[in-house]
């Protein structure tokens, strides 16, 4: 009965905040025709969003975080003979969904899933980048002309999670998450050299949050 009373009074308490942070991401791309020889490349991205938490109990709670996420791609493929690098962007409208277990009363450990819808694709194609060095690659990468990449994408996935957070007594909190790419995106399309292109990433997030009155 004591218990009882106990998880009551936490049900109660409501958290509201901010976070922002970097997403390290890393594809896994399979072309359609199989000498493409694709290779993947890590892609940097960006990410905020506004956590709203609930506690069950001084131990569980659950957490839906609407935000907005800059996610992407990039590889290197052939075609006739010729070397490609494409850079894929993805402005997303994201919304992770996750419970979170503290096994201390700054540290909790959490699981979910993102479900993530592509508002706008983007990308930009360099050719012959055989030779080129990182920042002669880049250099090449910011001329390019951007196209529009929203006919060879699909918009709506979902990426499980599991996920690290550290939370001072002054409500600052670091969060690090790993989401594996499930979801194929790669939509079907004549011009689309890829029949499936999956997104792991990995989330570092510095926040802030506060409880309601």
Same mark, same amino acid.
């Given at each position: 009965?004591?218990?009882?009373?106990?998880?009551?009074?936490?049900?109660?308490?409501?958290?509201?905040?901010?976070?922002?942070?970097?997403?390290?991401?890393?594809?896994?791309?399979?072309?359609?025709?199989?000498?493409?020889?694709?290779?993947?490349?890590?892609?940097?991205?960006? !990410?905020?969003?506004? *956590?709203?938490?609930?506690?069950?109990?001084?131990?569980? &709670?659950?957490?839906?975080? *609407?935000? !907005?996420?800059?996610?992407?791609?990039?590889?290197?493929?052939?075609?006739?003979? &010729?070397?490609?690098?494409?850079?894929?962007?993805?402005? $997303?409208?994201?919304? *992770?969904?996750?419970?979170?277990?503290?096994?201390?009363?700054?540290?909790?450990?959490?699981?979910?899933?993102?479900?993530?819808?592509?508002?706008?694709?983007?990308?930009?194609?360099?050719?012959?980048?055989?030779?080129?060095?990182?920042?002669?690659?880049?250099?090449?990468? !910011?001329?390019?002309?951007?196209?529009?990449?929203?006919?060879?994408?699909?918009?709506?996935?979902?990426?499980?999670?599991?996920?690290?957070?550290?939370? @001072?007594?002054?409500?600052?909190?670091?969060?690090?998450?790993?989401?594996?790419?499930? $979801?194929?995106?790669?939509? &079907?399309? *004549?011009?689309?050299?890829?029949?499936?292109?999956?997104? @792991?990433?990995?989330?570092?997030?510095?926040?802030?949050?506060?409880?309601?009155?």
């Amino acid at each position: 009965m004591r218990f009882f009373f106990f998880s009551k009074s936490f049900a109660q308490e409501t958290y509201l905040g901010g976070i922002a942070g970097f997403l390290v991401q890393n594809s896994n791309a399979k072309a359609v025709n199989a000498s493409s020889d694709i290779k993947e490349k890590v892609k940097m991205g960006v !990410f905020v969003s506004a *956590p709203i938490e609930r506690k069950f109990n001084e131990k569980i &709670t659950v957490q839906a975080e *609407p935000g !907005f996420a800059l996610l992407g791609a990039k590889y290197e493929f052939t075609d006739s003979e &010729t070397r490609y690098l494409r850079r894929l962007e993805f402005e $997303s409208a994201n919304l *992770p969904v996750l419970f979170k277990y503290y096994v201390h009363k700054n540290i909790n450990i959490n699981a979910g899933a993102s479900f993530v819808y592509i508002v706008s694709a983007n990308s930009k194609l360099v050719d012959g980048v055989d030779g080129r060095t990182p920042f002669g690659e880049a250099a090449y990468t !910011f001329l390019a002309n951007e196209t529009d990449y929203n006919d060879y994408v699909k918009r709506f996935s979902i990426n499980p999670f599991v996920g690290l957070e550290i939370v @001072s007594d002054r409500g600052f909190y670091f969060s690090l998450r790993y989401s594996l790419g499930l $979801s194929n995106i790669a939509e &079907t399309h *004549p011009d689309n050299e890829l029949s499936s292109l999956k997104n @792991s990433y990995l989330n570092l997030g510095f926040g802030y949050k506060f409880k309601l009155k």
